[in-house]
C-alpha cells in the first residue's frame, strides 16, 4: 500500500504561480512512476503530467506544456508541480497517482492506469 499526501495549492492571480508537493509513504517510491492529474467542477479527471521512476523522463499535457514543470526527489519520496504562468482554467482539484513500474515509458495519462492516489489539494486562479 502506498500513500501519497498533496500540499501546496492555494488561491493566485493570473500569471501567477503555484509549486505542489506530493509525498509519498509506504513502498519504496524509486520503483514507482507518478502523475499529475486534475479535476475541475463538473468536468472528468484530466491528465497534466508523468515523471518515470528516475526522474528521466517526463510527458505532459498539451494544456501545460511549457508552463508546468514535473519532477521527483527520491530520497524524499517527493513529486512534484512547479506551475508558472497560471490561468483561470487551471482552476481545479490537483491530485497525484502512483503506478508501479520501473519502466522508461511515461506515456501513462489514463486514470486507471494508477494502483495509488492522493486525496488532492485545491488550486483556484483568479482573473
Known amino acids: 500500500q502506498v500513500q501519497l499526501v498533496e500540499s501546496g495549492g492555494g488561491l493566485v492571480q493570473a500569471g501567477g504561480f503555484l509549486r505542489l508537493s506530493c509525498v509519498a509513504s509506504?513502498?519504496?517510491?524509486?520503483?514507482?512512476?507518478m502523475g499529475w492529474f486534475r479535476q475541475a467542477p463538473g468536468k472528468e479527471r484530466e491528465f497534466v503530467a508523468t515523471?518515470?521512476?528516475?526522474?528521466?523522463?517526463?510527458y505532459y499535457a498539451d494544456s501545460v506544456k511549457g508552463r508546468f514543470t514535473i519532477s521527483r526527489d527520491n530520497a524524499k519520496g517527493t513529486v512534484y508541480l512547479q506551475m508558472n504562468s497560471l490561468k483561470p482554467e487551471d482552476t481545479a482539484i490537483y491530485c497525484c497517482?502512483?503506478?508501479?513500474?520501473?519502466?522508461?515509458?511515461?506515456?501513462?495519462?489514463?486514470?486507471?492506469?494508477?494502483?495509488?492516489w492522493g486525496q488532492g489539494t485545491q488550486v483556484t486562479v483568479s482573473s
Open positions: 515523471i518515470n521512476y528516475s526522474g528521466a523522463s517526463t
Open positions: 509506504g513502498r519504496t517510491f524509486s520503483n514507482y512512476l
Open positions: 497517482a502512483a503506478r508501479q513500474t520501473r519502466s522508461t515509458d511515461v506515456y501513462y495519462a489514463r486514470p486507471t492506469s494508477y494502483d495509488y
